[in-house]
């Protein structure tokens, strides 16, 4: 059983920056990140294959990062320039599959951190 475990959010100002973290049990292959705000539906952020090949939201591009470092089987998320429409829980995916997108989603989640940008 593939157990993901986040770390990092928070409350922040807008415009400002936060870095999510997400440890993997095992090697997995792709890794990612969703959002939820409230009454909204989940949201494909950002993802990133075993490979370092990397796909964005085009509401985050620019401003967010997805890194992974496989020799931890951790993900990353950097956040800048954040802004309120940025708030909600946001969840790492992990997915045995070389991708996750809108259609071929993950099979594992973490439990989600809360981020919270408001001044």
């Known amino acids: 059983q593939v157990q993901l475990v986040e770390s990092g959010g928070g409350l922040v100002q807008p415009g400002g920056s936060l870095r999510l973290s997400c440890a993997a049990s095992v090697v997995i292959n792709a890794m990612g990140w969703y959002r939820q705000a409230p009454g909204k539906e989940r949201e494909l952020v950002a993802v990133?294959?075993?490979?370092?090949?990397?796909n964005y939201a085009d509401s985050v591009k620019g401003r967010f990062t997805i890194s992974r470092d496989n020799a931890k089987n951790t993900a990353y998320l950097q956040m800048n320039s954040l802004k309120p429409e940025d708030t909600a829980v946001y969840y790492c995916a992990a997915s045995k599959l070389a991708t996750i997108t809108t259609i071929q989603g993950p099979q594992y989640w973490g439990q989600g951190t809360q981020v919270t940008v408001s001044s």
């Open positions: 990133i294959g075993f490979s370092g090949r990397t």
